[in-house]
């Protein structure tokens, strides 16, 4: 179908792209895309009533969603929780980001992970041959059965990180933020994720993409590094949701580049709990700490893993040095350290 909006008014997720996409590469569409660098500052007040979406998709303005949303909450009985972290999309350019961003054909499988009323949900379904949603809040769960009942939305009522995860093609969840990062480990662990397009608190979203020495850099940022690509597709402010956060968010794309030994992965992310726990010391410091803890040879455990990364704080070590220091702790018989002082940061 073509885009009746002209050129000024082209693609929503491109005009509120992630900053990181304007950097030049010396390519002619490069140099146009710095021409229109200001498209970028516009996102805040360029909204879907200026702009219908493709074939098969409701023209919803910003305004009309957010009634549709207050209507369908008040006639399911639900009041939104903040400690769950319920805010629900009532920006139609945050849903047409998601699903531009996940590319969903019609012979592809889907996962929503925390549907809320289905607003995302109805839009994955117009794309995809089947679409699983599981919803943790029972209300929430039956008001979707019904809403879904004889579709191809399979609704289950379950909490994400207590269950084995459905074998999709990809994922596309609005992300409930309280949980986030546990949610992003579940998947990367799970050898059947391939790709996902998400929400995420903007800050979360930085430390996916974290290198070793940033501020954000943390275990998350790490173990997405060894496994994935990541890509922030776009920003997002409060008011995109309702009830609104007090925060802004970043709609993220994760594709899987490799699978993980489940064995190593554990391990793994033991490490980065205990060495995280302990960011700003030297990974020597960390080590001497370790080595009481679990009643081993400090000097032989230093000499497994090299002088090259002794002195280093544990936030300048790259994704390659956590992997190196795991598998020595691994041929050193450390299968014990996450009971032996890994306290889980929550990074």
């Known amino acids: 179908m073509a885009d009746p909006r002209g050129e000024e008014e082209g693609a929503l997720c491109e005009l509120r792209r992630h900053p990181e996409q304007d950097a030049h590469t010396g390519s002619e569409e490069d140099d146009c895309e710095e021409d229109n660098?200001?498209?970028?500052?516009?996102?805040?007040?360029?909204?879907?009533?200026q702009a219908p979406y493709e074939e098969g998709i409701l023209i919803l303005t910003d305004r009309s969603l957010l009634a549709l949303t207050k209507r369908a909450l008040e006639e399911a009985g639900i009041r939104p929780s903040k400690s769950h972290g319920q805010n629900y999309v009532v920006d139609p350019a945050l849903i047409k980001c998601l699903l531009d961003s996940a590319a969903i054909s019609g012979n592809e499988t889907v996962l929503e992970i925390g549907p809320g009323i289905g607003t995302l949900t109805e839009e994955i379904s117009k794309?995809?041959?089947?679409?699983?949603?599981?919803?943790?809040?029972?209300?929430?769960?039956?008001?979707?059965?019904?809403k879904f009942s004889?579709?191809?939305?399979?609704?289950?009522?379950?909490?994400?990180?207590?269950?084995?995860?459905?074998e999709v093609d990809k994922v596309v969840s609005n992300l409930?933020?309280?949980?986030?990062?546990?949610?992003?480990?579940?998947?990367?662990?799970d050898r059947g994720f391939r790709l996902g397009a998400f929400t995420f608190q903007k800050e979360v979203a930085d430390r996916l993409r974290a290198k070793p020495?940033?501020?954000?850099?943390?275990?998350?940022?790490?173990?997405?590094?060894?496994l994935a690509e990541v890509k922030a597709v776009a920003d997002f402010p409060p008011e995109?949701?309702?009830?609104?956060?007090?925060?802004?968010?970043?709609?993220v794309t994760i594709k899987k580049t490799k699978a993980p030994n489940l064995a190593e992965w554990k391990a793994l992310d033991a490490t980065l709990k205990f060495l995280f726990s302990q960011r700003r010391r030297t990974?020597?410091?960390?080590?001497?700490?370790?080595s009481k803890s679990m009643g081993m040879d400090r000097a032989l455990l230093e000499a497994m893993i090299g002088v090259g990364m002794i002195e280093k704080r544990v936030f300048e070590l790259s994704p390659g040095d956590f992997l190196e220091i795991s598998r020595a702790f691994s041929r050193l018989g450390a299968g014990g350290i996450e009971d032996k002082g890994a306290r889980d940061t929550g990074l």
């Open 176 to 189: 409930p933020y309280s949980i986030s990062t546990p949610i992003t480990f579940k998947l990367l662990s």
């Open 240 to 251: 995109s949701f309702y009830p609104a956060p007090s925060v802004n968010s970043t709609v």
């Open 150 to 166: 004889g579709s191809n939305v399979e609704v289950i009522q379950a909490d994400i990180l207590r269950i084995n995860l459905p």
């Open 283 to 290: 990974l020597r410091k960390a080590l001497e700490t370790f």
């Open 127 to 146: 794309r995809a041959r089947k679409v699983i949603a599981v919803e943790s809040d029972p209300a929430s769960a039956r008001y979707l059965s019904e």
């Open 37 to 49: 660098a200001g498209d970028y500052e516009r996102r805040q007040v360029l909204h879907l009533h």
């Open 213 to 226: 020495s940033d501020p954000d850099y943390s275990r998350l940022s790490v173990a997405v590094s060894l």
